[in-house]
């Protein structure tokens, strides 16, 4: 794979493991309409496309009841699931070895972008990062498309430099309708069937880290 000089990132499932703020946040979520759910694994679906459109998909919710159950999630996730997270091992490393070769390194993220900003400092990332492009409260951007086509005109990045990693088919398939080479990352919430068609494959962080250097 050619080397690249910008490089768009994922964040949940890519930079660190949001599972357990992410599913409890869903959980209460759901409980607000009386829905039990027996473990948190089973609510991994949710890591990764917008949550808005995951409850209607996941539970059948009407366009209404999708809306007051996504600010109940953010009741929860605001206060307490944002920090409910962890940074996989390896990554700071790697951020910090991408700068030295002077590269670009950018966050397109579906999560709003003040949770974002908030994860990424809180974790002692954000200053490796030129711009962190997410979504907005009010609705806007939850596409992975609209993010990165977002990110690349905020930094006026050419396509040909740049390259999308991610965890799920949503980055890969955003990655690749923007024009953009694709690595999916299998340490996330994607396997090899899921992120087929990405440029390349990194089974761990050292992986990526060669793919990219």
């Known amino acids: 794979m050619q080397k690249k000089t910008d490089i768009l990132f994922d964040l949940d499932g890519t930079l660190t493991d949001p ?3 992410i599913t409890k946040s869903v959980r209460y979520a759901l409980g607000h309409f009386g829905i039990d759910v027996a473990t ?3 609510l991994t679906p949710f890591i990764g496309p917008p949550l808005k459109g995951s409850f209607q998909n996941f539970y059948g919710f009407s366009e209404e009841d999708a809306e007051v159950a996504l600010q109940k999630y953010r009741e929860y996730f605001s206060k307490t699931g944002l920090f409910e997270n ?3 091992e390896g990554i700071p490393s790697l951020l910090k070895a991408l700068k030295a070769h002077n590269m670009r390194l950018l966050v ?3 999560k709003p972008t003040v949770y974002a900003t908030q994860i990424l400092e809180h974790f002692k990332l954000a200053e490796y990062f030129d711009f962190i492009g997410g979504s907005e409260l009010t609705g806007e951007r939850v596409e992975k498309k ?3 086509e977002y990110v690349l005109k905020e930094k006026n990045i050419n396509r040909e430099n740049a390259v999308m990693v991610g ?3 949503f980055d890969i398939d955003a ?3 923007a024009g953009l080479t694709t690595i999916g990352v299998l340490y996330g919430y994607g396997n090899k069937e899921e992120l087929k068609d990405a440029t390349a494959l990194a089974e761990t962080v050292e992986d ?3 793919l990219l250097i």
């Open 108 to 110: 397109a993220t579906s």
């Open 40 to 42: 948190l694994e089973e």
């Open 167 to 169: 965890d799920r088919c």
């Open 19 to 21: 599972m357990i703020g």
């Open 146 to 148: 609209d993010v990165i």
């Open 175 to 177: 990655g690749k309708e």
């Open 208 to 210: 990526l880290k060669n």
């Open 86 to 88: 962890q940074v996989y």
